[in-house]
Each structure stands twice: as structure tokens, then as C-alpha cells.
């Protein structure tokens, strides 16, 4: 069997674990080829730094793209998330019709974290990745990116079980595409993701341990988790409780260390984790 290959549209950030400095380890520690078409390159992360450099990489993504097209070039996903312009929705847009062949496509709406949306996404760019995640067969949101796709106001969102179940349906246009809903939290103590599973039709929580802090990129590593898993032929439900588990002990090690929020989670002495078999992601950690 030939190793599976996804193209990473994400972008780069120097410093702070996020987008493609996650994607690349964590897909490669999975056996997947990751092939990265860069967005914008930022000095580092745009949440917790100020006076951070920002380079729009929009002009290069279609000569990337028309490049590869003209190998005859296929990808077993096209995953996309954080985007720096309103012109790369378009851009995505074609990558994913030229490229997605019989693969998977995974669609992170990046746009924002804890009731805001990040401060380079405009109210255009929010209605283009909703657009855009309409593309996807799998989309990952947060609470925030999905009352942002639902068109409501963030604290009008239903909780619970009921609502979690509630949102990810309402999300899968009429059960054309999956949904998994990162941070849903069923009790206290508890965090994970709600699953709508298109193939099946079924709607399951994953849930583990709440680490009481909170860290920039575990969005990142959990689509990257998740995106790895698909490809390596998981469930949709499998691949999310193997992207729960990874990022608690993730941040399980992050907290431990008391490092600062804004440097993301300490992964990578963890990455042998991901090399275990599809059939038992992770066991040992739950």
C-alpha cells in the first residue's frame, strides 16, 4: 500500500505551535505524506503577540496549484484552515475541485476562538469559509466558528447534549456533510467533540478529561489528528476519539510545565503516539 498523501492549506506561523508547524510533524508521525500549500507567513501566531509580520501567499497558491495539476498529481485529502485573504476562498474553491478526486475533504473553518472572531478575518472572509466549508465532506468548528456558520450570536448557542447534537445536525446540510464540534462539553470536568457522521447517519459524543487551562493550536493538532486518521481508513468517530485523547495528553504536558498559553501545547515528545495501529488509536491513554 502506498503512503497515504494530504495537502495541508494552512499557514505558517514562526513561532507558536499552530496551522503548519502542527500539521507537518503530527501527519508525518502518522505515515502520511503531507504536502503543504502555505496561505501566509506570520512571525508567529496571532493570538497573545502583538507586532506580528503577516505575507500573503495568494499569488502563489494557483501557480502551486496549476504546478501540481500539470503532474497528475492526487491526494488522498485536501485539508484546509486558516486562510489570509478574502481572494483565497476562491482559490481553495478550485484547489478542492481540481484535486479532490475520491479523496476526503477537510474543511477547519478557522475563523475564531472563545465568542470572537481573530482580528485578520473580516465579516466578507467569515461568509467565504462558510461558502467554502460547504466544499467539505468533514468539517471540524469550534463553538465559536459554528454559531458563526449558524448565522446566531455566540452566546445564544444550545448547550448540553441536547444542544451539541442539536448544532452538529443542524450543521450537516441535512446530513450531506459530517460535523465534528471541538470543545462540546457534556458535564462538568469533561471536554471532546460531537460527531455527525454522514455515512451513517448516527450523531456520537466523544469525551475525555478536562484540562482546566487553555492553549493555542489544540484545534490544529486535533483537525491534524482527525485528517491523519481518516486517511489511514478510521471511522469518523474512531479518528475524533484518537484527536481527543491526543490533545489532552497533550495538554496534560502542557500544563504540567506551566508554559505560557500563547506557545501551544508541547506535542511533539509525544508524536510516537500516532504511529500505533487504526484499530487501537491511543490505547493506554484514556
Known amino acids: 500500500m502506498s503512503t497515504p498523501c494530504v495537502t495541508a492549506i494552512h499557514d505558517l506561523s514562526g513561532f507558536g505551535r499552530c496551522s503548519l508547524t502542527v500539521a507537518l510533524p503530527i501527519l508525518s508521525a502518522m505515515g502520511v505524506q503531507c504536502c503543504p500549500l502555505p496561505t501566509a507567513f506570520l512571525s508567529t501566531h496571532t493570538g497573545g503577540f502583538e507586532g506580528f ?25 485536501v485539508y484546509s484552515g486558516f486562510l489570509g485573504s478574502g481572494r483565497q476562498i476562491g482559490v481553495v474553491e478550485d484547489f478542492i475541485r481540481d484535486f ?52 446566531i450570536p455566540y452566546a445564544e448557542l444550545p448547550s448540553g447534549e441536547d444542544g451539541c447534537r442539536a448544532i452538529v445536525e443542524r450543521l450537516s446540510l441535512e446530513g450531506r456533510r459530517s460535523v465534528v464540534l471541538t470543545g462540546a462539553s457534556l458535564e462538568p470536568g469533561s471536554t471532546g467533540a460531537m460527531c455527525f457522521d454522514a455515512s451513517t447517519g448516527r450523531t456520537e459524543a466523544v469525551q475525555t478529561r478536562r484540562v482546566d487551562r487553555e492553549f493555542h493550536g489544540t484545534g490544529d493538532v486535533f483537525s491534524s489528528v482527525l485528517t491523519g486518521a481518516l ?10 476519539r484518537a484527536a481527543v485523547e491526543f490533545v489532552r495528553a497533550c495538554a496534560e504536558r502542557t500544563a504540567a510545565q506551566d508554559l505560557p498559553m500563547r506557545e501551544g501545547v508541547d506535542f511533539e515528545p509525544l508524536l510516537g503516539l500516532l504511529a500505533r495501529p487504526v484499530a487501537s488509536p491511543l490505547d493506554g491513554l484514556s
Open 53 to 77: 509580520t503577516f505575507l500573503d501567499m495568494t499569488d502563489e497558491m494557483p501557480k502551486t496549484a496549476r504546478h501540481w495539476k500539470s503532474l497528475g498529481l492526487r491526494f488522498d485529502a
Open 100 to 151: 479532490r478526486g475520491d479523496g476526503v475533504v477537510v474543511v477547519d473553518p478557522v475563523m475564531g476562538d472563545g465568542g470572537a472572531v481573530y482580528q485578520t478575518y473580516t465579516p466578507e472572509m467569515c461568509a467565504g469559509m462558510a461558502r467554502l466549508a460547504e466544499q467539505a465532506d468533514v468539517i471540524t468548528p469550534n463553538l465559536t466558528e459554528a454559531a458563526l456558520l449558524l448565522g
Open 231 to 240: 486517511v489511514r481508513g478510521s471511522s469518523l468517530v474512531e479518528a475524533a
